[in-house]
């Protein structure tokens, strides 16, 4: 990307609960912007949002939006991106696209800045951001595959609503003021309440029993990783939680690692923060991770039921490192 | 034990959340009650618990209890047990003991009746009722292992505050409130904050960084299921749900099952409940399945990360079938 001393921002989706994180943290780490162009849709244009103390009008997402811009951030659903991407693209942007839409495309490199920063190099306008909860398990896992090789990944999922969105985080509210109350409540943006209850189910289900996103979760790591040889098998799981997602990860590994030395390694990792002394009571939870940046490992245990085996305790914020500041690590990366 | 038209009755623990759940499945399932003596510690003692309609006072629980009893049922924690259920036996009573004081004793048979009624034939006076997140795997498992013997298991659970007790219900309860109307709350049951959050905390922790709470899960597995060759490795997580637990369990079996197999298994199964239908949004769900008392099994899937495996998602109520349901089933088993 040609080099400036600052860029023309655009953000799309920037009401949303994503697009607002990806302005937040735009500022806080002093992204040299020049002009920040928040869009979105009609439902949302026309609102304000701040940006380095300023209130800026969202403009309605056109096609001829892009003119004059150099990044723009996407985070509006797949559908917005495969409509709106190539011609952020033909306007001489580079997308860095929030959504599923271009994930798996062979032509779209898919980074998590930590694991493959390098694949940005044959990039062709369009950088895919993976999916939340892939994100946190692949900066966990990364430096643990580069010392001894993981075969395979059995990981469950404990994730929070506001991966839905905002609507999904009024509605726990709304449901956990009622049910508190005695009053009725009604399950509107998720198909069963999500107060007090666990779903599992995450996005759309597939003809093998799998959701979308437990299949995100095979075939992201697979391709974030470069090795078609890590088995992935997911059960992803929405909980009553606002913000962060916790995963319980069980790996098996070519040769054996120690808990100690499955520390040691991530102690030194990109991105990577261990949480992990039980015997006072440390390990990651959600609600202390929230806002936070980093990926938290905690409750590393030698898997005894395997010749190689651990598990591990994963959480991050996944409106952050699951979503909008890998975005704009993306983003600083291009730039670098 | 000696056949009788009725028995008198004997509940230790008779106002806690398992005891209060003892009596009314008792009471619901119509078991042959002459005398029903609701025991406490002097916490308790002098509180007045229903049963059939009558209001029992509560006894303080003393050494010279279990005079002229038949039955009793433990549920008052491993040191009320350990030092008072020998005691019920020398009177001559057979006791069913819901804490964790007796279930590894290898002269003390832990009983899932579906799983392993056989081994209450050479009991000694005491039988243990096992951990409830072990009790709705087993009965989960055992079928699929007769059917294609299972090898390896890997278990991620979703335990409701139940489990802990009352008060940790009234602590989920009054977070959650406190935190909906922008409230400081406090954390007193548990070492962290249960409203919104999830803690992968469940008993103390050992040195190996596994808790008791996983360490039953594998040892309690393979004695219920009378093998020792059944690898399994738990990762437990306390969730802000009132009443059920959930599981994530993923498992490696020796010959290969189809998932629509594995369903035509479970539904032929005694107290299974199969409720697998993704396309009508069905799979088993805490809030559902409270105050039921079949283990109810969904999301069955191939795991294709090895040749034989399937991923299933298994719902109980904790403190029926977890609890004190299988004991009175114990107790149906002890007098047929």
Redesign the interface.
């Known amino acids: 990307m040609k080099k400036k001393s600052a860029y023309n921002v655009a953000v799309v989706g920037a009401t949303g609960a994503v697009g607002t994180e990806m302005l937040r943290i735009l500022e806080e780490r002093k992204f040299p912007v020049d002009r920040v162009l928040p869009l979105a849709s009609a439902r949302s244009a026309g609102e304000d949002v701040s940006f380095n103390g300023q209130d800026i009008t969202v403009k309605l997402l056109e096609k001829d939006s892009f003119a004059g811009i150099d990044i723009v951030l996407f985070s509006a659903g797949a559908d917005t991106s495969k409509e709106f991407a190539p011609l952020a693209v033909d306007a001489g942007a580079i997308v860095v696209d929030n959504s599923s839409a271009w994930r798996m495309d062979s032509h779209v490199p898919l980074v998590v800045p930590e694991v493959n920063a390098h694949a940005l190099e044959w990039h062709n306008g369009i950088i895919a951001n993976p999916n939340c909860s892939t994100i946190q398990m692949v900066v966990a896992l990364q430096p643990l595959h580069k010392a001894v090789c993981i075969k ?3 990981v ?1 999922t ?1 994730q929070s609503v506001s991966g839905t969105g905002k609507d999904a985080m009024e509605e ?2 709304d449901q ?2 009622k049910l ?1 109350s005695l009053q009725e409540s009604k399950a509107t943006v998720y ?3 999500i107060a ?6 995450i996005d759309d ?1 597939l003809p ?4 979308k996103e437990e299949m995100k979760m ?1 075939n992201e790591t697979q391709k974030i990783m470069e090795d078609a040889m890590i ?3 997911a ?1 992803t ?1 929405r ?4 913000v962060s997602h ?1 995963e ?1 990860i ?1 790996i098996e590994t070519k040769r054996r690692l120690t ?1 100690n030395e499955a520390r040691a390694i991530l102690s030194e990792a990109p991105g990577v923060q261990v949480y992990d002394d ?2 006072h ?1 440390i ?1 990651p ?3 202390d991770v929230a806002g936070t940046d980093a990926v938290y490992v ?9 010749a190689n ?1 651990l ?1 591990l ?1 994963v959480v991050a914020d996944n409106l952050r490192k699951g979503a909008a500041l890998n975005a704009v690590q993306i983003a600083e990366e291009l730039i670098r």
Not at 239 to 242: D, G, H, M, Q, R
Request: aromatic fraction near 12%; hydrophobic fraction near 40%; glycine fraction near 6%.
């Open positions: 395979r990944v059995v469950t404990f726990l509210a956990s003021r508190m198909p069963h309440h007090f209850n666990c779903l599992p189910h289900f093998s029993g799998y959701t095979v088995q992935v098998t059960t799981v909980v009553p939680v606002f916790a319980s069980n808990a039980p015997s009571q390990y939870l959600q609600i905690g409750r590393v245990r030698e898997d005894e039921s395997i085996g598990n305790w």
